[in-house]
């Protein structure tokens, strides 16, 4: 299989939203739209993408604001960890207390566990519980693609002075991503620029430490 991303920028949070799609059934899976609904579904139609279903790394306003739009321009399902709900029921109060517009919050479709998988057409997506930014943060794997929402950045790693968010609770996620990641995979975060494991081993400054707790579980 040979799959295609496509990132589209949303928000004033300058928020990464990406189309996942299958070259050859041209069915595709959309992560994360945050924002600006009628520019992802500019991006989906340009690609001839019949997109399948909505996946996201956690429900923070800035990565679900395009949500309830895009499932009805689409009639698709909308995906989401289960212990992301206490974030979820925040989302029109936090967009209140940023002065921006909001519409109702999303119907989530199915409530998925930790360490489970999701399959649409040919796309298979592995899913790794990596907490911490939020309760429910999930990573998504296929191929060599990594969609980490904002639990690790380039050159830095999500927040956790939010509500749900714990320092402690993130290390150990960034630790088990630093297990199951290989080097050279591409990692896609939630906002800024791709990157890889390779590059943040070396150069990332709340990664670096890090390298001696998981040198002890080898």
């Given at each position: 299989?040979?799959?295609?991303?496509?990132?589209?920028?949303?928000?004033?949070?300058?928020?990464?939203?990406?189309?996942?799609?299958?070259?050859?059934?041209?069915?595709g899976?959309?992560?994360?739209?945050?924002?600006?609904?009628?520019?992802?579904?500019?991006?989906?139609?340009?690609?001839?993408c019949?997109?399948?279903?909505?996946?996201?790394?956690?429900?923070?306003?800035?990565?679900?604001?395009?949500v309830t739009?895009?499932?009805?321009?689409f009639?698709?399902?909308?995906?989401?960890?289960?212990?992301?709900a206490?974030?979820?029921?925040?989302?029109?109060?936090t967009?209140?207390?940023f002065?921006?517009?909001?519409?109702?919050?999303?119907?989530?479709?199915y409530?998925?566990t930790?360490?489970?998988?999701l399959?649409?057409g040919?796309?298979t997506?592995?899913?790794f519980?990596?907490?911490?930014?939020?309760?429910?943060?999930?990573?998504?794997?296929i191929?060599?693609?990594v969609?980490?929402?904002?639990?690790?950045?380039?050159?830095s790693?999500?927040?956790?002075?939010?509500?749900g968010?714990?320092?402690?609770?993130?290390?150990?996620?960034?630790?088990?991503?630093m297990e199951?990641?290989?080097?050279?995979?591409?990692?896609?975060?939630?906002?800024?620029?791709?990157?890889t494991?390779?590059?943040e081993?070396?150069e990332n400054p709340?990664?670096?430490?890090?390298?001696k707790q998981l040198?002890?579980?080898?």
């Amino acid at each position: 299989m040979s799959i295609q991303v496509h990132t589209v920028v949303t928000g004033p949070f300058q928020e990464n939203s990406f189309l996942i799609l299958d070259a050859e059934s041209q069915e595709g899976v959309c992560i994360d739209p945050g924002d600006d609904p009628h520019t992802i579904a500019a991006t989906i139609n340009e690609h001839d993408c019949h997109l399948k279903a909505i996946i996201n790394t956690h429900a923070h306003m800035d990565h679900i604001g395009a949500v309830t739009a895009l499932k009805k321009m689409f009639d698709i399902p909308f995906y989401l960890h289960k212990e992301e709900a206490s974030i979820l029921d925040t989302y029109e109060e936090t967009c209140r207390l940023f002065n921006l517009n909001t519409g109702k919050t999303p119907d989530v479709d199915y409530w998925f566990t930790d360490e489970s998988s999701l399959t649409f057409g040919n796309l298979t997506f592995k899913l790794f519980f990596t907490p911490g930014h939020t309760p429910g943060g999930t990573t998504l794997i296929i191929e060599d693609h990594v969609f980490v929402g904002d639990t690790l950045f380039r050159g830095s790693v999500g927040r956790t002075d939010l509500p749900g968010g714990d320092w402690k609770t993130l290390e150990k996620s960034l630790i088990k991503l630093m297990e199951i990641v290989p080097m050279d995979y591409n990692i896609h975060s939630g906002h800024g620029p791709d990157t890889t494991m390779n590059i943040e081993r070396k150069e990332n400054p709340f990664l670096i430490p890090l390298e001696k707790q998981l040198n002890s579980r080898l």
